[in-house]
């Protein structure tokens, strides 16, 4: 079972504030490694699914913390009731479109258990003052990132706080004609959402259906990856104080990368056989640049993705030379062919976040599709007539006198109380979105998904008619121009308020965020 105790007594190291890959460390399985495990399943049944999840604050063993006695070093965790500890990654909820899918949150954390509450005054819905700084560790509520599903109510409502100490139940009606694929749950209350998904808090939403019945995928071995960034409580605690640049507070130092809670864990397999993996970056800063290297050779083994961000791409992408680029938020089902006996690594940068050991026996032959059918998919929007076009624009400005700057979207800070973008039910919309920062920012927004129509990324430009739900903004240019997104989304079936934001959180928490509205 994955305990916190391995995450605990690492060596804080600096990152550097650049999302492409860095050099690569090849090399074999230690001694004592560790095999590669999944989360705990949870799936529906007739047609419902219905949960509890604990949130608790957790000592290195994964047991909850007495509130009057705090551990030395603590995590944040999503707990079963009828557990006695919580593992590093949460249970992954699987079920299918057309499900009911029922999850009770039980906020156990301890009340200021970072000495720093949310302010809170007047009647209900209540406003915080000076709401855009971390704050509220204590408060949590949950997204279900991905789903396309209602933003009102006891649904996909990230509007909602939970306080410690109360229980909240939400609800999701999942549309028979959603697209399936692999999405992430994660905290998504303002003010604490960088720091409780630093400490532990996501797990894997896995909507069963689609292309997992396409005869060489469902013939793969299918692995679930929730990539994971972690410090403990008292170091998010510190750095949300301590880290005032834009880059550090997206790049901060010292996490470590885990995959389902496990560090460096060890696939074993059999020559020629593929694998289906759905890896998601369920982190809320330093973006991922996987690959996967034959060890004694140096040789990069090509990674053909058939979703990303759970939507299935209707041409597979074969990434050779370059890394699977993942910005916090982002998934991608990747199958890969392991044809060569020995050790390989599965790397990020630098960093070696797991192996593979291919020994026994070779395989039959077994097939990766090279495109898949237009129907798995969303429909095109490149040909729909345009109802409206937005720009946006993602800046970062220094404050008077110091500190951590304002995170702004079209020169104003997260105002929850007020709509920014008011959109009419079923209209097609095309937004340029702009960047003049030094560095990226991951564009998100909740609910309806969207499709790349051009990019100053030539990554993303060469994506255009792509899905995704998360997508980078790239940096300014070098001619002092924005760099920019453009994108098509298509306002569908779902009416009430939910946001758009940053997806490097500690952006988010601190004010890289709107209010959109669709009525």
Not at 201 to 218: C, T, V
Not at 243 to 262: D, H, K, Q, R, S
Request: net charge negative; proline share 8%; glycine share 8%.
């Amino acid at each position: 079972m994955a305990t916190f105790a391995t995450l605990v007594g690492f060596a804080a190291t600096g990152a550097a504030a650049d999302y492409r890959l860095g050099p690569m460390a090849v090399e074999a399985p230690p001694a004592d490694e560790v095999p590669f495990a999944e989360p705990p399943v949870l799936e529906s049944v007739d047609g419902i699914l219905d949960v509890t999840l604990q949130v608790v604050l957790v000592d290195a063993d994964g047991k909850p913390v007495d509130c009057g006695t705090p551990a030395a070093t603590a995590f944040r965790a999503y707990k079963l009731p009828g557990d006695d500890r919580a593992r590093p990654t949460g249970p992954t909820l699987r079920f299918d479109p057309g499900d009911t899918v029922r999850v009770a949150i039980d906020n156990r954390l301890c009340a200021g258990d970072d000495e720093s509450m949310a302010t809170l005054v007047g009647a209900s819905p209540q406003v915080m003052i000076d709401q855009n700084r971390a704050h509220g560790a204590d408060h949590t509520n949950l997204h279900t990132h991905g789903l396309w599903v209602s933003p009102a109510g006891n649904a996909d409502n990230v509007l909602n706080i939970i306080p410690p100490g109360t229980r909240f139940q939400h609800e999701y009606l999942i549309p028979a004609d959603h697209v399936p694929g692999t999405h992430w749950y994660h905290p998504h209350k303002h003010g604490s959402v960088q720091t409780q998904v630093r400490t532990g808090m996501a797990g894997a939403l896995i909507m069963q259906g689609g292309i997992d019945a396409i005869s060489a995928i469902a013939e793969a071995t299918e692995r679930l990856m929730v990539v994971q960034h972690f410090v403990p409580v008292e170091v998010a605690a510190e750095q949300a104080r301590t880290l005032t640049t834009a880059a550090e507070i997206a790049f901060p130092p010292g996490e470590v990368t885990t995959i389902n809670g496990l560090r460096a864990p060890t696939i074993t397999t059999r020559p020629g056989k593929v694998e289906r993996w759905r890896i998601i970056a369920a982190i809320a800063d330093n973006p991922l640049a996987l690959e996967v290297v034959h060890s004694a050779s140096g040789d990069r083994l090509p990674l053909h993705a058939i979703a990303y961000d759970g939507i299935p791409v209707t041409t597979v992408d074969v990434l050779g030379d370059e890394p699977l680029r993942l910005f916090p938020g982002n998934r991608a089902d990747v199958m890969v062919r392991f044809e060569r006996l020995g050790d390989h690594v599965i790397a990020d940068g630098g960093e070696t976040i797991g192996y593979v050991r291919v020994e026994g026996e070779p395989v039959a032959a077994m097939a990766i599709p090279t495109a898949i059918d237009e129907r798995y998919t969303h429909p095109s929007l490149l040909e729909r007539a345009v109802d409206r076009n937005r720009s946006l624009l993602f800046s970062v400005l220094s404050r008077a006198g110091g500190g951590a700057p304002h995170f702004l979207i079209d020169g104003k800070e997260f105002d929850p109380n007020r709509v920014d973008q008011r959109i009419r039910l079923d209209h097609v919309e095309e937004w340029r979105i702009e960047n003049n920062s030094t560095g990226p920012h991951p564009f998100h927004i909740h609910v309806n998904p969207f499709q790349i129509v051009d990019s100053s990324d030539p990554i993303y430009r060469a994506r255009r008619g792509g899905w995704l739900d998360t997508a980078g903004i790239p940096p300014q240019q070098a001619d002092g121009a924005p760099g920019y997104l453009t994108i098509r989304a298509h306002f569908q079936r779902f009416i009430g308020r939910y946001v758009l934001h940053c997806h490097f959180l500690g952006h988010e928490d601190r004010g890289m965020m709107q209010i959109v509205e669709v009525y």
